[in-house]
């Protein structure tokens, strides 16, 4: 069963986490033009089929918001094992996940799995032969990233079914 979620689109980094996906499972890239794997999540789960109500309360919280310059350098992984980019500033992502949780607190970030969500870009996970330091080596020269958010895209992820439902444009 598919899921939504709200999301920064990341292409700079498209190439490798596309590549990493396909390795992991191939039904999760889409063919869907719009469609961006590399993301940095805001809130997700979101609503399963939202209404045009639910879109409205999207663009009016990320309103006042304007587009962005961040930078991906700092790698980090989390206790369970996942390689991630830590965007520099943190803070507006920060704020747009604020925005959204307190327009939607029925939605709490992962599930409430986490409750203080770290804004990070998912690059891959621990095992036997993948480390930080492999991971490192694998992305090259795709980092430091020097990225703009300009968007916020709604997608919906499922087994041969990942898409883009909607977009805003940040100011």
Known sequence: MGHSVLVVPVPALDPFVRERTAFYDASFLSADPAFVNSHITLLGPWLPTPGELDLQRVADALDPVPAFDFTLTEFGEFPDGLIYLRPDPVAPFAELSARLVAAFPQCPPYGGA????????????????????????????LVPARCRAERVDLQWWDNDDCHVRHSWKLN
Do not use: I, N
């Open 114 to 141: 986490f409750p203080q969500p770290v804004p990070h870009l998912t690059l891959d996970r621990r095992s036997p032969t993948v480390d930080p330091v492999t991971v490192r080596a694998a992305v090259g020269g």
